[in-house]
């Protein structure tokens, strides 16, 4: 919830400066023929800045996203690995596979998945 939050404040900064660099592009377009060239240069000098910060900020942004995604991940991957670590321990399972490593068959009663899953969901609920 709160990187869903984080996202959509984020989304609001670029929104807003990318809606002042289309204004500002719109009137220089406008104001193209009645400017003398000095003036234009300054008009096009700020547009540039603010679509270079825009981008700035568009680039910052994804890279808090995608550091705050990858903490995320490695915090339920810890929480899922020592629930993992709870029922290897618990049933004395010697291998354990992830379901995507390309395993070809396997008994269904050795799937622990639902159980790691109910024991995350517990603590989750703070059940521990």
Known sequence: KKMEDRYEELKKKIDVKNDEARKMKEDLDKQKILLGKEKLKEKEDAL?????ELRQL?????KEMQTRQSELTRDILQVIEGQVNKV???????LVLE???GVIHFDPS???T???LDLVNKEKAGGK
Do not use: G
């Open 88 to 94: 290897v321990e618990k049933e004395k399972i010697d």
């Open 58 to 62: 568009t680039q910052e942004a994804e």
């Open 114 to 116: 639902t159980k790691v």
């Open 48 to 52: 540039n800045a603010r679509i270079a």
């Open 110 to 112: 050795l799937d622990i």
């Open 99 to 101: 379901r995507t490593s």
